[in-house]
């Protein structure tokens, strides 16, 4: 049930970008995406619905493919506050919210 | 607003005890959550309700209860812990659940240890 996000790592330079992937198995009815500072609770960035909706925060974009069951989150020019574990999370039945595996995502100077 | 509060931050359990992990909310969320986290897992679901008075088991139920006598709270029980139960525990809610169309909030989490 739980989705799998790729890569599990990945150290960026300042100002650099990434892109970090979610996949499900079912179908999704909607994706989240939180951020999580180490020893800190997750945070929520964006939700994006059915209909291939891209939505943005700051220089942090996401799309969602209904179709393919995969959502892509996109950060552009990182900087040092982006360092953290990035968490896809889906509706996938009813009632049910399932998080990814998660994305460890380092920003170095 | 205080938001999502778990207590207790720290415990440290020996297998084979029993504890409540406690968390309420003051947001008037129809919707909550209990989640584990592990090195490499993400965050995987437990149990969670729809409202007061109704429960469901998540992705990993076994050796966990829970029960929503109130909006606010939603306690979860380990019954009788294991080393495998090591873990650091989150609690959500959402103000409804509608397929995921609303934002969840966390608690600061439990970090629990099973020796």
């Known amino acids: 049930q739980q989705p799998v996000q790729s890569p599990q790592a990945v150290i960026l330079r300042e100002g650099e970008d990434a892109v970090i992937n979610c996949s499900s198995s079912?179908?999704?009815?909607?994706v989240h995406w939180y951020r999580q500072k180490h020893g800190e609770a997750p945070v929520f960035l964006m939700i994006?619905?059915?209909?291939?909706e891209q939505k943005g925060h700051e220089k942090i974009s996401a799309s969602f493919n209904e179709k393919k069951q995969q959502s892509s989150l996109y950060l552009t020019a990182s900087q040092l506050s982006y360092s953290g574990t990035y968490f896809c999370?889906?509706?996938?039945?009813?009632?049910?919210?399932?998080f990814g595996t998660g994305t460890s995502l380092t920003v170095i100077p | 607003n205080a938001g999502v509060t778990q207590t207790p931050k720290f415990q440290v359990l020996k297998t084979g005890q029993s504890m409540t992990l406690q968390c309420a909310q003051d947001m008037n969320h129809e919707y909550m959550s209990w989640y584990r986290q592990d090195p490499g897992m993400g965050l995987r679901l437990i149990h969670y309700?729809?409202?007061?008075?109704?429960?469901d088991q998540g992705e990993v139920p076994n050796g966990y209860n829970v029960s929503r006598s109130t909006t606010e709270d939603f306690p979860l029980r380990l019954l009788s812990a294991a080393p495998s139960q090591t873990s650091v525990y989150f609690c959500?809610?959402?103000?409804?659940?509608?397929?995921?169309?609303?934002?969840?909030?966390f608690g600061q989490g439990t970090r629990l240890t099973v020796v």
């Open positions: 079912k179908a999704l009815y909607s």
């Open positions: 959500a809610s959402s103000y409804r659940f509608l397929s995921g169309y609303t934002e969840a909030f």
């Open positions: 309700s729809v409202g007061a008075g109704i429960t």
């Open positions: 994006l619905l059915k209909g291939g």
């Open positions: 999370g889906t509706a996938i039945t009813g009632n049910q919210f399932y």
